[in-house]
């Protein structure tokens, strides 16, 4: 779609992988730049260790990023699992869950559409993609482990992993 402006105006955007790669090395987080466009990251969390990939396509002017969880899906439990990613999405405000379909991980998605962003990404903006994606991969990491493992069906295990107590003990 195009809208008629004048687009050689807003300069092409810089890649927002320099500023993923400072914020990463700010948190001493292992991570390899395999190249201008992609960066790995690995970060642990309560449940398991999650694997970060940010890959910038300055064709589109987009950051695609994902965080897929330490685990795999057998092939006898993928039917629940997709139940379970349907149920887990529909809590999502930002990204969704999906399964990798070569390798059966579960990971958390989200693109940001950069193209007219006279600055680019800022900071906050890619601070907040990694702790969003951190946040809902630890909410809902029980709930994959409570399918795949756990043999439950995919409203058992959203509703085993989404219980909340009330009070101490």
């Not at 092409?12 to 993923?20: A, C, G, K, M, R």
């Not at 396509?57 to 039917?79: E, G």
Request: aromatic letters at 12%; one cysteine or more.
């Amino acid at each position: 779609m195009t809208t008629g402006l004048d687009e050689t105006v807003t300069p092409p955007n810089s890649n927002p992988l320099d500023i993923v790669e400072e914020i990463v090395a700010a948190n001493e987080w292992p991570f390899d730049r395999a190249s201008d466009d992609e960066l790995v990251v690995e970060i642990t969390g309560r449940w398991c260790d999650y694997r970060l990939y940010f890959m910038w396509r300055d064709d589109v002017s987009a950051l695609h990023f994902t965080c897929a969880f330490d685990a795999r899906v057998p092939q006898t439990r993928r039917r629940d699992v997709h139940d379970l990613l349907a149920l887990a999405n529909e809590k999502l405000w930002i990204g969704h869950f999906d399964l990798s379909a070569d390798e059966g991980m579960p990971m958390f998605r989200h693109t940001i559409p950069l193209r007219g962003l006279r600055d680019g990404a800022s900071v906050e903006q890619l601070e907040d993609l990694v702790e969003a994606a951190f946040t809902e991969c630890e909410r809902f990491f029980p709930a994959f482990q409570f399918a795949i493992w756990g043999g439950k069906s995919a409203a058992e295990a959203m509703a085993a992993a989404m219980f909340e107590t009330v009070g101490e003990a």
